[in-house]
């Protein structure tokens, strides 16, 4: 299993774009065969913050993700030229 997080940081006038932005990425990353969870967050205190919970079967599932129309439309194309700031958590899982 492969689990991460990101957290991105967005101008407060695109935070409308942005949450539409990720509703359609997490929509179509959902569907993906290898997808466990995809899960976008926005920070409670920081609504210009967002953190997205992943999940994929393995490093090849995860590698398919990227390479995925969706995901070079709505993060490479979308969200990454609007991000502020970027960085990723990898994450093991203790049980």
């Given at each position: 299993?492969?689990?991460?997080?990101?957290?991105l940081?967005?101008?407060s006038?695109?935070?409308?774009?942005?949450?539409?932005?990720?509703?359609?990425?997490?929509?179509?990353?959902?569907?993906?065969?290898?997808?466990?969870?995809?899960i976008?967050?926005q920070?409670?205190?920081?609504?210009?913050?967002?953190?997205?919970?992943?999940?994929?079967?393995?490093?090849?599932?995860?590698?398919?993700?990227?390479?995925?129309?969706?995901?070079?439309?709505?993060?490479?194309?979308?969200?990454?030229?609007?991000?502020?700031?970027?960085?990723?958590?990898?994450?093991?899982?203790?049980?």
């Open positions: 299993m492969v689990s991460f997080t990101v957290r940081k967005f101008a006038e695109d935070r409308a774009d942005m949450a539409e932005t990720l509703r359609q990425l997490a929509e179509a990353s959902r569907k993906e065969p290898g997808c466990v969870s995809y976008p967050h920070v409670e205190d920081d609504p210009d913050t967002v953190i997205i919970y992943e999940q994929y079967k393995d490093a090849q599932a995860l590698a398919a993700h990227r390479a995925t129309e969706h995901f070079n439309k709505f993060a490479v194309g979308g969200l990454y030229q609007k991000m502020r700031d970027r960085s990723v958590e990898n994450l093991t899982a203790l049980a």
